[in-house]
């Protein structure tokens, strides 16, 4: 669980801004326009430090496939458990 909501029920809520915010990257970077996405996996990911004073925060990890206008790019977008502040990181363009 987090916070109130189950893993799935976390992931599921994210999952139309991430896709959103992975496009419009790649929209740019791939000097695409029409270019569009789909989300090839998700997962919740546990913080690597857990100790009772001290503790990450878990966040949720996704792999999203743009393509378009004959390229395409992999993004793994990571939130982190508030949803708030994610960021479309890594990039392998072709």
Request: glycine share 8%.
């Amino acid at each position: 669980m987090i916070g109130c909501v189950s893993q799935a029920q976390f992931l599921d809520n994210l999952q139309d801004s991430v896709l959103e915010m992975a496009v419009n990257r790649g929209r740019f970077e791939l000097n695409c326009p029409v270019a569009i996405g789909f989300v090839l996996s998700w997962k919740v990911v546990q913080p690597a430090l857990q100790r009772p004073v001290v503790g990450g925060i878990q966040r949720a990890e996704y792999a999203v496939a743009v393509t378009g206008c004959d390229r395409k790019a992999a993004y793994v977008v990571v939130c982190p458990e508030e949803g708030d502040g994610c960021f479309a990181a890594q990039s392998r363009n072709s």
